[in-house]
T-cell receptor, first 114, second 114 residues
Framework: GNSVTQMEGPVTLSEEAFLTINCTYT??????LFWYVQYPGEGLQLLLKATKADDKGSNKGFEATYRKETTSFHLEKGSVQVSDSAVYFC?????????????FGAGTILRVKS | GAGVSQSPRYKVAKRGQDVALRCDPI?????LFWYQQALGQGPEFLTY????????KSGLPSDRFFAERPEGSVSTLKIQRTQQEDSAVYLC????????????FGPGTRLTVT
């Protein structure tokens, strides 16, 4: 079945450092790809998405590019802030026949120190 | 506007008790999803509704789990004869379109079975 694998955390960075969180997927067909973020005490929020190969999703300084050849969707940010500390989930959506249910990775904890 | 709300936010149940978890989706949202998130893991799909029709219940772990959405808005996830392995956060998400392409998550209900 479809699956998502993302790098284990926690990832600890200093403020203004460069961030990469790796995500790879296994899927039949052509899924859409997402990054969700969960801030402490809050619900999951959509951070960015990409619907087809070579699409780049971006939001709040975060970017991820849908790479079909490497089945990857790595999350990057050029300069992290303390407020970026959260848990980040990579996800794919399965066939619309099944309501586009999401398949999530295990999540990566990001801690940013000032 | 109001987001997805869930109640209760926290529930402690003794093993063998029945519980009911409520989800109020964003008004007018057609699609509704339930996910289960174990500690330190990503959410896992349980079931999907399009309006009042339950179109996919492939993720429900056993026949002790039951979900309904009788009028196409509020949904209830019921767990009968709770077991310790049912301890998790139960997330509800809604989407404005039938295939649920972008999902908006509620804060979750944390269920602890003792």
């Amino acid at each position: 079945g479809n699956s998502v694998t993302q790098m284990e955390g926690p990832v600890t960075l200093s403020e203004e450092a460069f961030l990469t969180i790796n995500c790879t997927y296994t899927a039949t067909g052509y899924p859409s790809l997402f990054w969700y973020v969960q801030y402490p005490g809050e619900g999951l929020q959509l951070l960015l998405k990409a619907t087809k190969a070579d699409d780049k999703g971006s939001n709040k300084g975060f970017e991820a590019t849908y790479r079909k050849e490497t089945t990857s969707f790595h999350l990057e940010k050029g300069s992290v802030q303390v407020s970026d500390s959260a848990v980040y989930f990579c996800a794919l959506s399965e066939s619309p026949e099944y309501g586009n249910k999401l398949v999530f990775g295990a999540g990566t904890i990001l801690r940013v120190k000032s | 506007g109001a987001g997805v709300s869930q109640s209760p936010r926290y529930k402690v149940a003794k093993r063998g008790q029945d519980v009911a978890l409520r989800c109020d989706p964003i008004s007018g949202h057609v699609s509704l999803f339930w996910y289960q998130q174990a500690l330190g893991q990503g959410p896992e799909f349980l079931t999907y509704f399009q309006n009042e029709a339950q179109l996919d219940k492939s993720g429900l772990p056993s026949d002790r789990f039951f979900a309904e959405r009788p009028e196409g808005s509020v949904s209830t996830l019921k767990i009968q004869r709770t077991q310790q392995e049912d301890s998790a956060v139960y997330l509800c998400a809604s989407s404005p379109i039938p295939q649920g392409y972008e999902q908006y998550f509620g804060p979750g209900t944390r269920l602890t079975v003792t």
